[in-house]
């Protein structure tokens, strides 16, 4: 599973709202990130820390990959100071003259054998335990689109059309939180945590997990129902508030406003009053529909 890392450079990124959180954020300039614990979507983030393989096969699959780092002609790079690092070296050196069963008898009787499923099983609980109790509690998420016009999206996040499109940019210039948003990835099915095979290199201490890292990929993924949201998304945890943080808008960030078809004139005027003031620079547009296609247009307001 790939870990995003690319950067979204200098573009506009858009958050549907409805009339109502319109007004709180153009006149208290600022947006909420939210816990994912108040997500429509349970699955979103909370899908469940799973492994997708089979953990009582794996004493056989690691005995298989000893015997092939025994076999490599190059000597595998492990932690020496690690106990199955340790092993991974003593496998190499006797096991052209004793093979590797009577190599783990001699080293270590079967213990090591019979604990992989045990220390798997353990540490999924470990992951899990700490997801559920630290992680997603303090974690605050803002979710953007990259497109202003989708149809669904105005019925569902901006009100049947009587709220409004916010475009806001990301400036790596000036390092703001959207800056480091990353897209979403849409699956199918939720994610393995890790995969076998990584399992078994950090195992056998050839690849450690970068744990922080597993746990920021699995942030980034939805089920594939959600596809035409086209999201990105800035996370970041350990957060000590109940559910959301207020973070503030720069001035530079909001360079436009949509208006819905349907936006009711007198929340027009009072949401226009209020980016007047606030955000003088942003340009707002009502939107209009198309009558020769399913399409909005925009045009100055």
């Not at 995003?4 to 506009?12: A, E, I, L, N, V």
């Not at 004493?59 to 025994?70: H, N, Q, S, T, Y």
């Not at 973070?247 to 936006?263: H, N, Q, S, T």
């Amino acid at each position: 599973m790939t870990i995003h890392s690319q950067s979204p450079g200098r573009r506009p990124f858009y958050k549907y709202m409805s009339p109502v959180t319109a007004c709180i954020v153009a006149e208290s300039r600022t947006v909420q990130y939210s816990s994912p614990l108040t997500f429509n979507d349970p699955f979103d983030v909370q899908a469940g820390l799973h492994f997708s393989f089979d953990i009582d096969s794996l004493p056989g699959k690691v005995l298989r990959r000893l015997e092939d780092l025994a076999m490599s002609p190059l000597p595998p790079t492990v932690d020496t100071e690690d106990v199955w690092g340790k092993l991974v070296l003593l496998v190499r050196e006797h096991y052209p003259s004793r093979g590797i069963p009577a190599v783990l008898k001699t080293a270590y009787g079967a213990e090591p054998l019979r604990r992989i499923v045990r220390t798997i099983r353990e540490t999924q609980r470990q992951y899990q335990e700490h997801w559920w109790s630290r992680l997603l509690p303090g974690a605050r998420v803002f979710c953007v689109s990259e497109v202003r016009d989708n149809l669904l999206m105005w019925a569902h996040y901006a009100q049947n059309h009587t709220g409004a499109v916010f475009e806001f940019w990301s400036l790596p210039e000036e390092d703001n939180l959207l800056s480091v948003a990353a897209p979403v990835e849409y699956r199918p099915c939720p994610p393995s945590f890790f995969s076998e095979e990584e399992f078994i290199d950090d195992l056998l201490s050839l690849k450690r997990l970068d744990v922080q890292s597993l746990y920021r990929r699995y942030a980034y993924v939805k089920s594939n129902h959600w596809a035409y949201e086209q999201e990105w998304r800035v996370w970041y945890p350990f957060s000590d508030t109940t559910d959301h943080d207020f973070i503030p808008i720069r001035p530079a960030e909001l360079k436009a406003v949509y208006f819905g078809c349907r936006m009711d004139r007198e929340v027009q005027t009072r949401l226009t009053t209020l980016l007047r003031v606030g955000f003088p620079g942003a340009r707002l547009l009502k939107s209009h529909r198309r009558s020769d296609d399913y399409a909005l247009e925009f045009h100055d307001a």
